[in-house]
């Protein structure tokens, strides 16, 4: 179950990071340009860095504190903060209407949840 849970792990620190940094380093007129990141037109750049900012910390509270032995605890909280995350975005999509989005929107929260049970767990 630990090798799983790294795994998870592992996947959704990458992916938060990339997706994370992106919204980061890109600015918001930029990000309206991709089909993909429609729904950044509802947000204010503040508010997308901030969205970026959120998943660049959860990504590395699931990695971090249970590698370095210092305090494990933030590694569920971690994964437990972007279950809310993603819960926010599938509700987002889902009232623009941008069904595509929302299985990835799945698949990283159940991703998540899999981790902050787990961890907790253990």
């Known amino acids: 179950m630990n090798i799983a849970l790294w795994i998870a792990a592992i996947v959704l620190a990458a992916l938060y990071l990339g997706a994370g940094g ?5 600015p918001r007129e ?3 340009e991709n089909p ?12 997308i860095k901030g969205i970026g900012a959120i998943e660049i910390v959860g990504a590395i509270g699931l990695i971090l504190p249970w590698a370095l032995d ?8 971690a994964a437990a903060g972007l279950v809310i995350v993603q819960i926010g975005a ?8 941008e ?5 990835m929107n799945v698949v990283l ?7 902050a049970v787990g961890r907790f767990a253990g």
Do not use: Q, Y
Request: charged residues 15%; aromatic residues 6%; glycine residues 2%.
């Open 70 to 77: 210092i305090a494990r605890v933030l590694t569920p909280l």
């Open 36 to 47: 993909n990141m429609g729904w950044t037109a509802d947000f204010s750049a503040a508010a």
């Open 109 to 115: 929260l159940v991703l998540a949840a899999f981790v």
């Open 99 to 103: 069904t595509k989005a929302l299985p």
């Open 22 to 26: 992106m919204k980061l380093v890109t």
């Open 30 to 32: 930029k990000l309206l």
């Open 90 to 97: 599938i509700i987002v999509h889902a009232r623009r209407k």
